[in-house]
């Protein structure tokens, strides 16, 4: 189970993660399975349009603070 963000934020407001401590990250989108000690959290978005592609947002943290986010995709091949 991952936490799902709304694919409709776009990347500007993504930066507006960036300088946000821990804490604040938690207020807004929780842990789900982050641990509260680890460097980098990631968040499953939600991509209604697309069954096969995931899509993930990695916040990077030095002293607590996010310093720099990243967008990464995933596709997923089932085999029938």
Not at 39 to 51: F, P, S
Not at 52 to 64: A, G, I, P, Q
Request: with cysteine; aromatic share 18%.
């Amino acid at each position: 189970l991952f936490i799902k963000i709304k694919m409709s934020i776009n990347h500007i407001e993504y930066e507006l993660l960036t300088g946000q401590t821990k804490e604040e990250i938690f207020e807004q989108l929780g842990f789900c399975f982050n641990d509260y000690i680890s460097d980098v959290w990631m968040y499953r978005l939600d991509t209604k349009n697309c069954i096969f592609c995931k899509k993930y947002l990695y916040l990077f943290f030095e002293n607590d603070i996010v310093t720099k986010f990243e967008l990464k995709r995933s596709k997923v091949n089932y085999l029938m």
